[in-house]
């Protein structure tokens, strides 16, 4: 799926090019009324629950927000989501019916108890007319009595979705401003958030007439509701990825010029413990958070750990999200794996994410000048640890895989602070004489010797005193440091310290951690110490010996864009891996973005096998179905398929002589702008000779 961030207009936002506001967006604007000023946050039942929540399974989320401080920290909408209508969803009069097995007592009850523990409630429609087997409620042809009713039930916010509308082949922007309508002149003069959402016309999905797409929303969206999604749902239920999270904050990032108090870009909802690490999901609620977005939880808040509620309700980040300016982040500079970002806040401070896309961790950097902000001092607050530092000007962060910093950045005054020290991340240099090649998890096995480097820098005026660097790694590696602390690091300047490491040749396959302990004194501040960690480490498994189906090997990750790697069958399963007639008894199914990584160890020489696209796609239908794919060698192209469509599959024959670890790669950046549609793709008969 593709990155759909326009370098271009990104970089004019930056320097205050922001005129590309459409004549008819900014004047639908002065329409919409400001109902939460800044980004509203709460609760819904959708990824976490599904349609499978009664009237006591939302009063006990509802408790929970209140016993657990989410409440008081600002989630204070419980959104009921699809799945509280009843099968017969209208009743003969023409009104909205509640699941009466799930809802016994009706709606207006169970608001009530929402409004009594301090919170507020909202609940799900459809923009189109309801369509059995397309969708499970819709609004289509009841605009104002459904609104009349949401009111006179007390609630307090809608999300109107658009899967009927779709399927009635209705234009979007006229429903939802006859809806938007509708809301504002209920019978009960209610206020009600209109939460627009357009998610199933993302390019995802299929090629849609421009107009009925999600990304178009923003031209006319914030001159009628209070929150607008942005492109497709951020995954599946109980199923989210980090590569998605990304590429949602990616299309929310588009249009940042129509984001204002009252009015915002909505990326979809943050969804902690559902398949993504913890570092994972920090990066999503620090990007949601710059992003002004609405900060609405996924996940059934009742199971979040007590590391996840205290993410939830970091008071610092939540301000940053919560700014009364309601700015958006805009990127500096190009989009790439590490990238940085800029929110203004409005007391002229800046908000600033390093963000690290990739799969090793880094040290990342920019500087205040390039985030707007001008003078010889600066004062870094690191919004996730609260450490206050000073910086002359560079901004820099060890910044984990798939992981963000943070910071708060403002003219410093007064007394110098304690320097802004980044103690870098151990980083795996060469594997015995191997270089390690940028960009991806370290992989390593029993035996194997290690050169780790660790980067310590200085960004701040005052020098620091007796810096030094220890590191440990899993059991029964040993460590040698090959390298003599300095005396001090002087302002604006970085001291590298090396170590072997070995491993011993017992090392048990799965992954490890180098952890990295750094050590100094700052001028007036006394002795300070930083841990950063590299995880994670990949001990591998033993290589193939033999002729082998590559796909009956162990491999070390898998990933596939949408549900998981299937081993000798199609993507999803139940189906025999198949190319234009063919049936394959071996084989790889993902979809596309894809990578297969294993661990070869220089063992084998050769690999050989067919790809293309599997023929259950024509169950589907005849859009998409175009990939590419490619096989790596310790970061070297071995093959390249070019553009694969699903009438073509392609033979290929590789030379593995040398190579530790084999990429298999499907992508979708050629394949004739599909977007990865359906794109359900074959390594048919992998076989590797070792």
């Not at 799926?1 to 506001?21: C, E, F």
């Not at 492109?231 to 249009?255: E, M, P, W």
């Not at 002795?527 to 090997?553: E, I, M, N, Y």
């Not at 790596?632 to 073509?648: A, E, H, I, P, Q």
Request: charged share 15%.
């Amino acid at each position: 799926m593709k990155r759909l961030l326009d370098g271009v207009i990104a970089a004019a936002l930056v320097v205050g090019a922001l005129a590309t506001t459409t004549t008819s967006a900014v004047a639908a604007q002065a329409t919409a009324p400001v109902l939460s000023p800044t980004p509203y946050m709460g609760w819904n039942t959708y990824y976490g629950l599904g349609g499978d929540f009664t009237e006591d399974t939302i009063k006990s989320v509802a408790d929970s927000l209140v016993s657990r401080g989410l409440a008081k920290a600002g989630y204070d909408v419980v959104w009921l989501d699809g799945g509280w209508q009843a099968d017969q969803s209208r009743s003969a009069a023409g009104d909205l019916v509640a699941n009466p097995a799930k809802f016994p007592n009706g709606l207006k009850p169970l608001v009530d108890y929402i409004h009594s523990k301090g919170l507020k409630a909202g609940i799900y429609t459809d923009a189109g007319p309801y369509i059995p087997g397309k969708c499970g409620l819709g609004s289509g042809g009841y605009y104002q009595r459904d609104a009349d009713q949401f009111a006179a039930w007390g609630f307090d916010a809608v999300k109107v979705d658009y899967l009927c509308g779709i399927a009635a082949n209705l234009d979007p922007k006229t429903v939802f401003t006859e809806f938007a309508q509708a809301l504002r002149n209920n019978a009960s003069h209610r206020p009600m958030i209109f939460n627009l959402c357009n998610p199933v016309t993302s390019p995802d999905w299929g090629n849609y007439p421009e107009s009925q797409q999600s990304i178009n929303s923003w031209s006319y969206a914030p001159g009628i509701a209070q929150s607008w999604r942005t492109y497709t749902d951020v995954g599946f239920q109980g199923d989210i990825k980090f590569k998605d999270v990304l590429r949602n904050y990616d299309a929310n990032a588009r249009h940042p010029e129509v984001v204002k108090p009252g009015a915002f870009s909505d990326p979809d909802y943050l969804a902690p413990e559902l398949g993504m690490s913890d570092e994972e999901f920090r990066s999503q609620l620090t990007l949601w958070s710059v992003a002004a977005a609405p900060l609405v939880v996924g996940s059934d808040v009742r199971k979040l750990s007590a590391t996840t509620v205290s993410m939830l309700t970091d008071p610092d980040v939540l301000a940053i999200n919560q700014d009364k300016a309601a700015v958006q982040a805009v990127r500096v500079g190009a989009a790439g794996t590490t990238e940085t970002w800029v929110k203004r806040l409005a007391d002229g401070s800046r908000a600033v994410v390093l963000l690290n896309r990739g799969d090793s961790a880094k040290t990342l950097t920019t500087t205040a000048a390039a985030v707007g902000l001008r003078g010889p001092r600066f004062t870094v607050k690191n919004a996730w640890t609260n450490k206050v530092t000073e910086s002359a000007g560079t901004i820099s962060a060890a910044v984990p895989a798939h992981g963000t910093a943070l910071f708060r950045v403002s003219a410093a005054h007064g007394l110098p602070g304690a320097s802004h020290v980044t103690a870098g991340i151990p980083q795996v240099t060469k594997v015995g004489t191997d270089v390690q090649p940028e960009g991806s998890a370290p992989v390593v096995a029993g035996g194997d010797e290690l050169t780790v480097q660790v980067a310590v820098r200085n960004d701040g005026l005052l020098p620091v005193l007796k810096p030094a660097v220890t590191v440990a790694g899993g059991t029964g590696w040993t460590v040698k440091s090959l390298t003599k602390a300095p005396i001090l690091i002087a302002g604006g300047k970085q001291a590298t310290f090396t170590f072997a490491i070995k491993l011993p040749a017992t090392a048990a396959p799965g992954t490890a951690s180098l952890t990295a302990a750094t050590s100094y004194e700052a001028l007036g501040y006394g002795g300070q110490r930083l841990t950063t960690v590299l995880s994670p480490v990949v001990v591998a498994p033993v290589p193939p010996d033999g002729t082998v189906a590559l796909s009956h090997h162990q491999w070390i990750t898998a990933t596939s864009g949408w549900m998981t790697p299937a081993i000798d069958e199609s993507v999803g399963g139940g189906n025999p891996i198949k190319l234009t007639g063919t049936t394959y008894p071996t084989g790889i199914g993902v979809a596309s973005p894809s990578l297969v990584r294993y661990y070869l160890g220089k063992s084998c020489t050769r690999l050989s096998g067919t790809v293309g696209i599997d023929d259950v796609v024509g169950n589907v239908g005849p859009d998409g179905g175009t990939s590419t794919f490619q096989v790596v060698g310790d970061g070297k192209v071995l093959f390249d398929s070019g553009t694969v469509d699903r009438f073509t599959p392609k033979p290929f024959d590789v030379d593995l002589t040398g190579v530790r670890v084999l990429d298999l790669i499907v992508g979708d950046a050629g394949d004739a702008g599909d977007g990865g549609y359906n794109d359900r793709a074959d390594w048919a008969a992998p076989t590797a000779t070792c």
